[in-house]
């Protein structure tokens, strides 16, 4: 077991510390899940075969979103009591989405068994996507990031070898293939 200490920011009550617990503790692999309050921190056990901690980080991403937007909406509120109605108009629009909530499972199942026909082994972890994917994925076209054959992305050392592109292209074309 694998345990870490996170910095959890945004937090503003006992609800939002037992939100991040809850939503921590349900995922898959996780054995433990301690928030304290006042120190703004996470204490998470986890199983690092089974998740990763950029997956518990997107969870905890995910729960504070969803609590800074209500802690705006009750701030809107409160200022148009106290000053008057209208005196906050607040609209929230939904500019990126996580595309897992969109990929239908036998998608990744099919990913998975591109890649071992074509000998490769994935490492499957979440990572940020693409705003253009994760539209297009919530609008009913599933659009996963998979393997491109890039190392050490968004740095100035960021690269792919023409033995890493071919892999990539074998997996592709082992995904078009028609699957049962």
């Known amino acids: 077991m694998t345990s870490q200490t996170l910095d959890i920011r945004g937090m503003h009550c006992a609800a939002c510390a037992q939100r991040v617990e809850k939503t921590v503790a349900k995922l898959e692999g996780v054995t433990s ?10 204490t998470v056990g986890y199983e690092s075969q089974t998740i990763r901690l950029p997956a518990i980080r997107e969870a905890i991403a995910q729960a504070g979103f969803e609590a800074r ?3 705006v909406q009750e701030l809107a509120t409160r200022m148009n ?32 068994a591109a890649f071992a ?18 539209m297009l994925s919530y609008q009913g076209l599933p ?4 393997f491109t054959g890039g190392h050490n992305f968004h ?9 890493s592109m071919e892999k990539a292209v074998n997996i592709v074309i082992k995904l078009c293939a028609e699957r049962k």
């Open 117 to 134: 026909e074509a000998g490769v082994t994935p490492d499957i972890v979440a990572i940020r996507g693409g705003t253009d994917g994760a």
């Open 143 to 146: 659009c996963p990031n998979i």
């Open 155 to 163: 740095g100035p050392y960021e690269f792919i070898s023409v033995e």
């Open 69 to 71: 937007k209500r802690f």
């Open 81 to 112: 009591e106290k000053y008057g109605e209208n005196t906050v108009r607040l609209e929230v629009k939904e500019r990126y989405f996580n595309m897992k909530d969109r990929i239908p499972p036998e998608v990744v199942e099919y990913a998975k």
């Open 33 to 42: 899940a301690s928030v304290n309050l006042a120190t703004e921190k996470l």
